[in-house]
């Protein structure tokens, strides 16, 4: 069935060290992406999308990347700051469907 | 301010009492959503409404229900809470669908249910 995986529960970087999030799908069909954060006490917040005809997109110190071939993505932070410290989460939309799937987070630790 | 706003933040409750969670959001949304979240699950959607009298199930309906009379409201219904529905609730809305936009989430309601 469709699912949304996470490699790693936990990361932990130095400030100012760039920060990898990777995340597994494994429905195929899917044409929609996002990353989201969580910090504590909040609930999520979009930090970046990306649609299946795209291979990577760029935001403010972040970048998402898409390896359809691979069924991987990936949230890239530049030069990570201690705000940056949060769960975040993959989510996979589109097929053609309504609903959103969501994988466990990775729990990102700024080391300062 | 563009937000979605949840009632109550925090609910002890008893097995058995039927309780209500409020959603409203201010964007003109037609999609809304509700997910509960649990440690090392992520988010798992109850509930989703395309827009005024449309909602379907997500992957964890069982033992919740949803009503969508206005397109600003969403109320979450736990008819027969158990203690197995304490988690960490969101509602989130979005414009014509997750497919297709970014949704925005409440801050979030913590129930436990005793």
């Known amino acids: 069935g469709e699912s949304v995986g996470l490699h790693l529960p936990t990361l932990s970087v130095q400030e100012g060290d760039n920060s990898i999030i990777n995340c597994a799908y494994s429905n195929s069909a899917s044409d929609y992406f996002i990353w989201y954060k969580q910090e504590s006490g909040k609930g999520p917040q979009f930090i970046i999308d990306?649609?299946?005809?795209?291979d990577k997109r760029q935001g403010q110190r972040v970048t998402v990347l898409l390896n359809k071939t691979v069924k991987h993505l990936s949230l890239q932070i530049a030069a990570t700051q201690p705000g940056d410290s949060a769960v975040y989460f993959c989510?996979?939309?589109?097929?053609?469907?309504?609903?959103?799937?969501f994988g466990a987070g990775t729990r990102l630790f700024v080391k300062a | 301010e563009a937000q979605v706003t949840q009632n109550p933040r925090y609910l002890i409750t008893v097995t058995g009492k039927k309780l209500t969670v409020t959603c409203s959001q201010n964007m003109n949304h037609e999609y809304m959503s509700w997910y509960r979240q649990d440690p090392g699950l992520g988010l798992r959607q109850i509930y989703y409404?395309?827009?005024?009298?449309?909602?379907d199930k997500g992957d964890v309906p069982e033992g919740y229900k949803v009503s969508r009379k206005e397109k600003r409201n969403f109320p979450l219904i736990l008819e027969s809470p158990s203690p197995n529905q304490t988690s960490l609730y969101f509602c989130?809305?979005?414009?014509?669908?997750?497919?297709?936009?970014?949704?925005?989430f409440g801050p979030g309601t913590r129930l436990t249910v005793l």
């Open positions: 989510a996979e939309g589109g097929s053609g469907g309504f609903k959103t799937i």
């Open positions: 409404s395309m827009n005024v009298e449309v909602t």
């Open positions: 989130a809305s979005s414009l014509p669908g997750p497919g297709t936009d970014t949704q925005y």
């Open positions: 990306i649609r299946s005809n795209m």
